[in-house]
Structures are given as structure tokens and as C-alpha cells.
């Protein structure tokens, strides 16, 4: 490893916020990690140091070129549990997956891990322990050179931050509404859909704030070539039960390998559930809807980790499943993942990672 982290303690801790009441992504605790890059040094001083703006020249390149990549994990804590991560080691190799898509020098991950152990151990005292809440944590780097040649920057900064959320729904899970994207794409094969970066997301908020208009808090997006399978939903990877088996599409280049994804299809297989991982476009899904075998339907990803779908709107037929309620299924994984994830199921998969 041999770099060696250093700590600045915070001499004025900030207030807590209210648990019971964590609005997602809106608080931050006493300290960060952050970590610079030079060509030629590489990668350099690894510190923790009190949460504090930063400052950046305006011609630096993450402002102009949008090269920076980010990462969602969380730690999650019982009352007098210990602080557990859910398969921290996946999101730092998908962080590298990010970085070598977008030009940016690899992290070592043995001392990313060892960033996130000691910033978390700092502020422990943040991670909120009320049922549904947990420490949400974003690692992410920017490229910070100051000139405006477009080509990959010299100096980038690697932060961690930290901040307490909530449960995402109030009481228990409840369905959404989705609504089937058909003039908008998020991404194609070859571009960097695959890669944890801000502009995948820039790219999508037209669609979000014209479904959000029509009533609809997510949209579902198809390919961008053909416009007809099945992608992902929002920021979440897509599961639909037809007929008994569950199926996802596959990972194809332009969707996200989520950590959640793969953790349900392993959840799945391990209750002997059928998971067919391919190809599925609207007109099978619709088709299926028709002759009642489109059973459940359920989106999966580190904030929300299930999010069951009450219906889907496909150029305005509404597609109603299971009634509008959250299926036996949706709900059986949910339970399961988030038991797993604080620590309260048993781990078969060897998964959650003690701090
Ligand atoms: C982060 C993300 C997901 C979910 O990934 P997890 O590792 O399960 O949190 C899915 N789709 C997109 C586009 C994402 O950015």
C-alpha cells in the first residue's frame, strides 16, 4: 500500500441532525477523505480532514469535459451493533471500471478501503441506527487541471463524503409509477451508460422532470438503437416477474452492473427462482400484461435497494401490476436484502464486511 493516511480532527463538530426525519443526501458529517493526483507523482496524500468547501480554478476540466466518476455505498448500524458495509470491495472495482472508461489513473483499492474503514470509524457517531436509515457514502473524483485542451487531465482529486439518510419510504415500501420512455435515451453501447459518471445523469434529467410533470416519479428507458428493450429504470437496474420466472436484462455496454442487481439474481437462484438474464423488449412485456403473466415488477439499487412498480405507462396505456400493491416477491427480497445489509439475517454469500 504504502502511502499513509493522515487525520486532521474537526475542532468544531457540527450539530446532528434529527434521525427520525433524514431528507436523502442533504446532511454531511465532521470529515472527508480526500487524495490528489499529479502525472508523474501519481496518486498522493491520502488525508481526512474536517468536511470544508473546495477550491477550484474555473478553468479546471471537471467544470468543461465532465471526465469524473462516483460510487454509492452505505454502512448500516444496529443500536449497539457493530458497523457493517455490504460488499464494499464490488463498488471500489466498479470505481475503477468508471475511472479506466473515462481516462482517469486507476485508485488502489486496498487503500481506498482502508480510507473509507478509518473516515467511517471517525464519524461513527453519524450513522444513524432507526429502522430503514443507514451512512450513505460517495467516493468520487474529479478531474481538476486547469486548461481547456480537450484530453485527459493531469491532476484529479479523489473524495469520500459521508452523510446520514433515511429510510426511503416512510412506511414500508410502496410502489411507483413508471413511465415508459420513448423520445429520450440514456445511454448506448460503446458510450459509457456502463460507467458510474455525471453525465449519464445530466443526460436523463429531461425525461425524469417531463415524467415528474405527468405524474410519474421515474421513467423506464429502452435501448437507444432500436428504442425497444428494456434498459433500466432511473438509477436503478429493472426485474420483472412473467409466468413464474424472474427476468433482467442483461448487461449489455450501456447499462449499469449494479451491485444490488447482482445480489438479487444470486438472492434468487439461491431460493431456487428461476433469473433469465437477457433481452426483453416492451412488446414482450405488454404481451405479457395482456395474458395476465406479467406478475411483479421491482427496481434495485443501492439508495432504494428494492422498488416495487405499481404501474407503467407505455405511450398512455397504463400497465397496472399486482394491483397497484408491492408483490410477494418484491417484498420477500426486500426484507432479505435489507436484513442482510444490517446485519439481522444471517449471511450466507459471506457479503457483509464487519468494520
Ligand atoms: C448506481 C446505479 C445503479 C444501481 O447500482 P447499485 O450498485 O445497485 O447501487 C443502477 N443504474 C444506474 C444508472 C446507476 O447509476
Do not use: C
Not at 14 to 33: I, R, Y
Not at 108 to 127: F, G, V
Not at 152 to 168: A, K
Not at 222 to 245: A, C, P, Q, T, W
Request: glycine share 10%; aromatic share 10%; proline share 5%.
Amino acid at each position: 500500500m504504502g502511502l499513509k493516511i493522515t487525520v486532521e480532527r474537526s475542532t468544531s463538530p457540527k450539530q446532528k441532525p434529527d434521525t427520525s426525519n433524514l431528507v436523502f443526501g442533504k446532511h454531511f458529517t465532521d470529515h472527508m477523505f480526500i487524495m490528489d493526483y499529479d502525472a508523474g507523482q501519481g496518486w498522493h496524500d491520502p488525508r481526512i480532514i474536517p468536511y470544508q468547501p473546495i477550491s477550484l480554478d474555473p478553468a479546471a476540466k471537471v467544470f468543461h469535459y465532465g471526465q469524473t466518476v462516483f460510487e454509492g455505498m452505505k454502512a448500516y448500524k444496529t443500536p449497539g451493533g457493530p458497523v457493517l458495509l455490504f460488499r464494499p470491495f464490488k463498488n471500489l472495482q466498479r470505481l475503477n471500471r468508471s475511472n479506466t472508461r473515462l481516462s482517469i489513473p486507476s485508485i488502489d483499492e486496498d487503500l481506498a478501503m482502508e480510507a473509507l474503514k478509518q473516515l467511517i470509524k471517525i464519524d461513527e457517531d453519524w450513522i444513524p441506527t432507526d429502522e430503514g436509515t443507514s451512512l450513505y457514502i460517495r467516493p468520487f473524483v474529479i478531474s481538476t487541471q486547469a486548461t481547456l485542451g480537450v484530453s485527459p487531465s493531469e491532476q484529479y482529486s479523489f473524495m469520500i463524503i459521508l452523510s446520514p439518510v433515511g429510510s426511503y419510504y416512510a412506511e414500508g415500501i410502496n410502489p411507483v409509477s413508471i413511465f415508459v420512455e420513448s423520445e429520450y435515451v440514456r445511454a448506448v453501447a460503446g458510450g459509457v451508460g456502463n460507467a458510474k459518471t455525471g453525465g449519464n445523469y445530466a443526460a436523463g434529467l429531461k425525461a425524469q422532470e417531463e415524467a415528474s410533470g405527468k405524474g410519474y416519479s421515474q421513467v423506464l428507458w429502452l435501448d437507444g438503437v432500436h428504442r425497444k428493450y428494456i434498459e433500466e429504470v432511473g438509477s436503478m437496474n429493472v426485474f420483472f416477474k412473467i409466468d413464474g420466472k424472474v427476468v433482467t436484462p442483461a448487461l449489455n455496454g450501456s447499462i449499469l452492473d449494479g451491485v444490488t442487481r447482482d445480489s438479487v439474481i444470486q438472492v434468487l437462484k439461491h431460493w431456487n427462482i428461476e433469473v433469465e438474464e437477457r433481452k426483453l423488449s416492451i412488446d414482450e412485456l405488454v404481451e405479457a400484461y395482456r395474458k395476465g403473466t406479467l406478475e411483479e415488477a421491482f427496481g434495485t439499487g443501492t439508495a432504494a435497494v428494492i422498488s416495487p412498480i405499481g404501474e407503467l405507462n407505455w405511450q398512455g396505456d397504463k400497465m397496472t401490476l399486482n394491483e397497484g400493491r408491492t408483490g410477494p416477491l418484491s417484498e420477500k427480497v426486500y426484507e432479505f436484502m435489507t436484513g442482510l445489509q444490517k446485519g439481522v439475517v444471517e449471511d450466507p454469500f459471506g457479503w457483509v464486511v464487519k468494520l
